[in-house]
Each structure stands twice: as structure tokens, then as C-alpha cells.
């Protein structure tokens, strides 16, 4: 099970940081990543990471903007996002994945998904 958190209102140039609660088998993941979903649209890939490389992926819309990490315990995955723009705001959603196939910045190919945390970023 995983419970994203950290989402709010701020102000365009500023920050904030994500995190994602889990619980269950976290020994196992193969991967774990951050999508982002606005009205109308896919979920869009921000960022991932290969559980047991530690490999970091990012969405190219973030890339040098957002900062992904493991981080530890039950609450993994803090995402730093800074230099925020309009743009950025989304429902963000972390997912995890314990299988091996396809693209981890595919969000079909991960099984588990928390419910998501709102972002807003004003202008």
C-alpha cells in the first residue's frame, strides 16, 4: 500500500518536497517512481528508480528541477521539486513495480499506486 504526501500551494520559483508512505513487501520492488496526472490527460513520467541498482530516471520536463532519492523506513521516495512552475501543477502519484518488463517510465507497467497528492503552483 502506498500513500503519497506533501502536495500544496506555492508560489511559482519556490519548492516542495514528496514523500511516499509504504507498507507491505518493500523488499521486492524492482522499481518505484513519481507520475503526475492534470485533468484530460496521461499520467506523465517525473521521476524513478531502479529498487535495486539505485538508477535514477527523470522526466524531461524536470530534469534539473526535481531531485529523487530512496529515502528509508516506511517513507520512501521523497521527491524534491524546486524552481516550481505552473506547469508542474498536477496530482502527483507514487507507484511501485515488482515486475521486470518494459520502460519504468511507463506507468502501465506498475502494478501499485497511491492515491495521489495535489500540487499547485501559482503564477
Known amino acids: 500500500q502506498l500513500q503519497a504526501s506533501g502536495g500544496g500551494l506555492v508560489q511559482a520559483g519556490g519548492s516542495l518536497r514528496l514523500s511516499c508512505a509504504a507498507s507491505?513487501?518493500?523488499?521486492?520492488?524492482?522499481?518505484m517512481g513519481w507520475f503526475r496526472q492534470t485533468p484530460g490527460k496521461e499520467r506523465e513520467f517525473v521521476a524513478g528508480i531502479h529498487w535495486r541498482t539505485s538508477t535514477i530516471f527523470y522526466g524531461d520536463s524536470v530534469k534539473g528541477r526535481f531531485l529523487i532519492s530512496r529515502g528509508d523506513g516506511s517513507t520512501l521516495l521523497p521527491l524534491s521539486m524546486n524552481s516550481l512552475a505552473p506547469e508542474d501543477t498536477a496530482v502527483y502519484f507514487c507507484?511501485?513495480?515488482?515486475?521486470?518488463?518494459?520502460?519504468?517510465?511507463?506507468?502501465?507497467?506498475?502494478?501499485?499506486w497511491g492515491q495521489g497528492t495535489l500540487v499547485t503552483v501559482s503564477s
Open positions: 507507484a511501485a513495480r515488482y515486475g521486470a518488463r518494459g520502460d519504468l517510465s511507463s506507468a502501465h507497467t506498475y502494478e501499485y
Open positions: 507491505g513487501d518493500t523488499f521486492s520492488i524492482y522499481g
